[in-house]
């Protein structure tokens, strides 16, 4: 890579564990929310804390990660990448400065939109970036996958870490630290984002491939209508069957995970020294070991998203995208079976489910760029992350829905189903020639 390459890898892949690591920590608090608070006050009225009135709380705000995607990509293409991802990091940090002050609720569901609403932005922002100025862009899209799986495993685990031994105001005020410490190291960042725009088209940085994107409101009804007439629009249906496994998956696995594994809690004193553990003998903080089978499966991911990102510099992405999703439905149907021979099956069709799961991730990111114009980037981005995140949100209700009228064999099937569907919809796109990127 070349000193512009790095750069822009840099920030996006600092910024990208930022993100997941808020995200993947979000449900951690809301257990202990649970615990401690009884009612919800909406200042003329109150709602009593449930799973389902917590669930809606903290639902808008996951909501809002997906649905301002689009938005967020077009302010992208207006205004290019670098200021958003600051605004991004700094609106993250505000969020959880505010969770550390907030006295009641009303204020945490307050600061959960916050959190929503910015981190929406960072997606668009950061993959529009490197698909306009990281010229080894294969390598750009798996280091910056990476960088997001990092997040997604250590983020909760550091965060269930410093909850045995400080109230959650507190870490959530510590969480709040680095994000604005990477704000001021992103407003330093130096870096052409065109860059990789300009090399292919011979440095002509007045292609219409790279000018600046939508600026009313007939603009984005024509550029929409020019990315969904072409091959974009199967691009869009696959990165929603990939929306759709993740959140069907990742919602209820550590449950699942934790009755087929059959484990109790165990005290953090089996652990540590007695001078070291908060509390006495008989309330003395225990470790959820299935959160911990959980984590580790998705820092597996780092390696699918790794050898996902390789594979875009070296075959059609659009076979990648068959291989896995093909793999994800077949891994679904085996999950169940081979996760009752016992542990050591179990850990083992978790690490292949963790591989694959986040395998696809670069594929997808790469195809985008790939079916539509550098100019168009942020745009479509906003649409792959509406797709991902926003239509995706839905699994977690359908996985919930399947479990409460069926068994875990039937969600996987399902889960099967998701992948069945983005394996044949990737076929389809490898009978079509992308458009000129």
């Not at 190291?185 to 002509?204: I, K, L, N, P, S």
């Amino acid at each position: 890579m070349n000193r512009n390459d790095r750069e822009i890898v840099s920030l996006v892949s600092l910024a990208h564990g930022m993100v997941h690591t808020y995200e993947l920590s979000i449900p951690i608090f809301v257990a202990i929310w649970l615990r401690e608070y009884t009612t919800i006050g909406l200042g003329f009225s109150s709602l009593p804390v449930t799973t389902a009135s917590l669930g809606v709380m903290t639902g808008v705000g996951f909501a809002l990660f997906g649905l301002g995607a689009l938005p967020g990509g077009i302010l992208v293409d207006r205004f290019g990448s670098k200021r958003l991802i600051v605004g991004c990091l700094v609106g993250m940090a505000s969020a959880f400065a505010i969770l550390a002050i907030s006295p009641n609720l009303a204020v945490v569901a307050l600061a959960l939109v916050i959190w929503g609403i910015a981190a929406s932005i960072y997606h668009p922002a950061g993959l529009r970036l490197i698909s306009t100025g990281v010229e080894e862009r294969g390598s750009g899209f798996a280091y910056h996958g990476i960088a997001g799986n990092i997040g997604i495993g250590f983020g909760p685990f550091v965060t269930a870490l410093l909850l045995l031994f400080f109230d959650w105001h507190v870490v959530a005020g510590v969480l709040a630290i680095p994000a604005f410490v990477a704000a001021l190291v992103a407003t330093r960042a130096d870096f052409e984002e065109q860059a990789a725009v300009a090399t292919a088209d011979g440095g002509d940085d007045g292609d219409d491939k790279s000018s600046a994107g939508v600026s009313s409101l007939g603009e984005f009804v024509t550029q929409s209508k020019g990315l969904f007439l072409g091959g974009f629009a199967l691009v869009f249906f696959v990165v929603m069957c990939s929306g759709l496994f993740y959140r069907g998956v990742t919602t209820f696995l550590p449950d699942l995970i934790g009755g087929v594994l059959g484990i109790q809690p165990v005290p953090i004193s089996e652990f540590l020294p007695a001078s070291l553990v908060p509390g006495d003998s008989s309330n003395a903080p225990t470790l959820d070991v299935e959160l911990y089978v959980y984590a580790g499966l998705l820092t597996v991911g780092v390696f699918g998203q790794y050898v996902g990102g390789k594979l875009t510099d070296h075959i059609r992405t659009e076979r990648g995208l068959l291989i896995g999703f093909g793999s994800l439905a077949v891994i679904a149907v085996a999950f169940i079976p081979v996760a009752q021979l016992g542990v050591v099956p179990l850990l083992v069709i978790c690490a292949f489910l963790g591989f694959f799961l986040f395998l696809v991730q670069p594929l997808y990111q790469a195809t985008v760029a790939e079916y539509t114009p550098a100019g168009y980037r942020g745009l479509s981005y906003g649409y792959t992350y509406l797709g991902v995140f926003g239509v995706g949100a839905l699994g977690g209700a359908i996985a919930g829905y399947v479990l409460s009228v069926a068994s875990p064999n039937e969600l996987f099937y399902v889960l099967a189903g998701f992948g069945l569907t983005g394996a044949l919809l990737s076929a389809a796109l490898l009978r079509r020639k992308p458009a000129p990127a």
